[in-house]
T-cell receptor, first 113, second 115 residues
């Protein structure tokens, strides 16, 4: 079945350093890729998304890249801050039908002050 | 915009009882709502997809008679956990989509503890 692999499962970085989280999807028909940030006990919050007709998207310190051929997409956070500490989930979806998401397994990011 | 609420935020119940969780889109019409379950330190697992006015589509392995979903209006979907058992204890999260874009907006979640 369809699945999304996400690595690493945990990531610790020093404040100010960059963090990269990578995902690989299996469904070649996927064409929408959101990233969510979830703090402990809270709802997932959309932080950035990318569609398959774009290779890269940036929003301030956050960027996402997509390689359709390899079915890889990555989240890049630059100049990390302690408040970036959370669990990050990638997802893949088709923009037709029910817009069902297939979520990755999550990455626990710790930014050390 | 795109605010989704859930009620209750937490509930404790006895084994064998039923619990109803409400999911509302407050400022948009949600043609599709999704129900997820999340165990500690794990990802979100999709349980079912519901479209307003039609029967929900359940994911493989999710018992439709145990997890009853109703999507009676464009702003409200409910999940009823029937005859709850301790193994049903989890964090249940809904999300909603407006049908014009792919983004799902998540509710704050409901923490269920079955004793």
């Amino acid at each position: 079945g369809e699945n999304v692999e996400q690595h690493p499962s945990t990531l610790s970085v020093q404040e100010g350093d960059s963090a990269v989280i990578k995902c690989t999807y299996s469904d070649s028909a996927s064409n929408y890729f959101p990233w969510y940030k979830q703090e402990l006990g809270k709802r997932p919050q959309l932080i950035i998304d990318i569609r398959s007709n774009v290779g890269e998207k940036k929003d301030q310190r956050i960027a996402v890249t997509l390689n359709k051929t390899a079915k890889h997409f990555s989240l890049h956070i630059t100049e990390t801050q302690p408040e970036d500490s959370a669990v990050y989930f990638c997802a893949a979806s088709r923009t037709s039908g029910t817009y069902k998401y297939i979520f990755g397994t999550g990455t626990r990011l710790k930014v050390l002050a | 915009g795109a605010v989704v609420s859930q009620h209750p935020s937490w509930v404790i119940c006895k084994s064998g009882t039923s619990v109803k969780i409400e999911c509302r889109s407050l400022d948009f019409q949600a043609t599709t709502m999704f129900w997820y379950r999340q165990f500690p330190k794990q990802s979100l697992m999709l349980m079912a997809t519901s479209n307003e006015g039609s029967k929900a589509t359940y994911e493989q392995g999710v018992e439709k008679d145990k997890f009853l979903i109703n999507h009676a209006s464009l702003t409200l979907s409910t999940l009823t956990v029937t005859s709850a058992h301790p193994e049903d204890s989890s964090f249940y999260i809904c999300s909603a989509a407006n049908g014009r874009e792919e983004t799902q907006y998540f509710g704050p979640g409901t923490r269920l503890l079955v004793l």
